[in-house]
């Protein structure tokens, strides 16, 4: 799918951010500070890490949120267990879904990989139903993209398997 203008220009502020950076979580805090800054209509933004066989919360805007997510739970375990992003227009409708932040209502999560080694999750909420679409959910997987392009190998330094 084509990557809609507001997502082209998105992934370049990103590579920007972060380019030449060598610290991993100062480069996810800027992703996810930029994501909150640019994008409309959502209440939560930021990543889980893989950590001790889990997903455990990394760098994030919005509200405090669950700690530790078992792989293949909710929306973020199930993206990270079947390494496909996920697109919820409804989390009430979604088995197993995790409320952190009970304004959720619908979300998108990508999965984050250094070559095939997964790392992380990537996570937006919006307290809208249907508030994504697949452009969104494809200009997402572009950030996610460009975020592992730039990070390179730094995260599999930085979080345990
Ligand atoms: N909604 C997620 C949990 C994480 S919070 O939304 C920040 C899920 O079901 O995976």
């Given amino acids: ?7 082209a220009g998105l992934a370049g502020e990103l590579e920007a951010l972060t380019r030449d950076v060598p ?3 100062a480069n996810l805090a800027n992703a996810s500070a930029l994501l909150w800054q640019r ?3 959502i209440n939560w933004a930021g990543f889980y890490l893989l950590q001790d066989g889990a997903l455990v919360l990394g760098p994030f805007q919005g509200k ?3 700690i530790v997510i078992p792989l293949g739970k ?3 375990g199930t993206a ?9 227009p409804d989390v009430h409708t979604f088995p197993g879904h995790i409320a952190c932040d009970s304004a959720s209502r619908s979300e998108v999560v990508v999965p984050l990989y250094a070559g095939n080694v997964l ?3 990537l996570d937006i909420d919006s307290p ?4 994504f679409t697949r452009e969104d959910q494809a200009g997402l997987e572009h950030f996610a993209r460009t975020l592992e392009e730039v990070l390179g190998d730094l995260p599999i330094d930085k979080v345990g398997k």
Wanted: hydrophobic share 45%; proline share 3%; glycine share 12%.
């Fill in 1 to 7: 799918m084509e990557i809609d203008h507001f997502y």
């Fill in 23 to 25: 610290y991993l979580i």
């Fill in 39 to 41: 994008m409309e209509d």
């Fill in 64 to 66: 405090p949120a669950c």
């Fill in 74 to 76: 909710g929306v973020c």
């Fill in 80 to 88: 990270a267990a079947l390494g496909q992003s996920q697109l919820v």
């Fill in 119 to 121: 790392w992380g999750v």
């Fill in 128 to 131: 809208t139903l249907g508030r």
